[in-house]
């Protein structure tokens, strides 16, 4: 794995495991600040707005701590370390959230352990994960991933995943008829270039779309690190945060 989990691993042990509890304690401290003067700004209460810690590349450890300072929500992006990593924290009372691109072939892990998937942007996935879902005897909430890019095309998927905002009822509609699956609402990540805020105006016209067809569909998952205060004030539910609570560990995570 990547620098940050060898120096923030277990094995830092004693005073360097009280140096990253301390560390973890203030970035969440500065996050809920931050979320708190956004809720505020937007109108809102900071209890609408729910917390996904991304752990990518970061050890147990870390996930440990983060149950420790009140967190139940954690994400990963990738199976490979997903799967084993909540498998060591069986043990919490966590809601796993897996957000990164998904294939289908990695479906069947994923409805083991995923409580929530937020990059659902096919009816073929859809399927596969209704059915490895349905063969674990789990329920799985799906939120349908949107590609806000400029260039996105209508039956395209983009390239960070996601189907064009024209295409989202029909991903929902096929969530929805997968007996093993709930469908939650809508994701999206925004574009790397342009005004987060506009993005993530679009997202919400498309969440309102899904939720006249399904009231219940209300979860709108945008905003990382970067652009939170943004996706707030456009109506997320959930922010996917990972570099504010962890510190760096790359592009494209949170």
Not at 35 to 56: D, F, L, M, N
Not at 72 to 90: F, I
Not at 136 to 142: D, M, P, T
Request: a negative charge; proline letters at 4%; aromatic letters at 2%.
């Amino acid at each position: 794995m990547e620098h940050a989990v060898t120096a923030a691993g277990p094995e830092a042990g004693g005073a360097g495991a009280s140096a990253r509890r301390e560390r973890i304690g203030a970035n969440l401290a500065a996050l809920r600040e931050r979320i708190g003067a956004a809720c505020a700004a937007a109108g809102r209460g900071p209890e609408e707005v729910t917390v996904v810690a991304v752990t990518k590349t970061f050890p147990a450890s870390d996930v440990r701590i983060l149950a420790e300072s009140g967190i139940t929500d954690v994400g990963e992006n990738r199976d490979q370390e997903a799967a084993p990593k909540a498998a060591e924290c069986a043990d919490l009372d966590l809601r796993w959230h897996f957000v990164g691109q998904l294939q289908t072939n990695k479906a069947r892990s994923v409805a083991r352990y995923a409580d929530v998937v937020h990059s659902l942007d096919r009816a073929r996935l859809a399927s596969a994960l209704g059915r490895h879902a349905r063969a674990e005897g789990r329920e799985v909430a799906c939120l349908v991933q949107v590609d806000l890019d400029p260039g996105s095309r209508a039956g395209v998927l983009g390239p960070r995943g996601g189907a064009d905002p024209r295409d989202a009822l029909a991903v929902a509609d096929a969530v929805a008829a997968e007996d093993g699956l709930v469908l939650g609402g809508v994701m999206a990540v925004a574009p790397r270039e342009g005004d987060p805020a506009e993005a993530f105006a679009r997202l919400g016209a498309v969440a309102a779309e899904v939720r006249d067809r399904y009231p219940r569909a209300r979860t709108v998952s945008a905003g990382m690190s970067g652009d939170l205060e943004a996706a707030v004030h456009q109506g997320a539910t959930h922010l996917r945060v990972g570099t504010a609570l962890l510190d760096d560990r790359g592009p494209n995570v949170g």
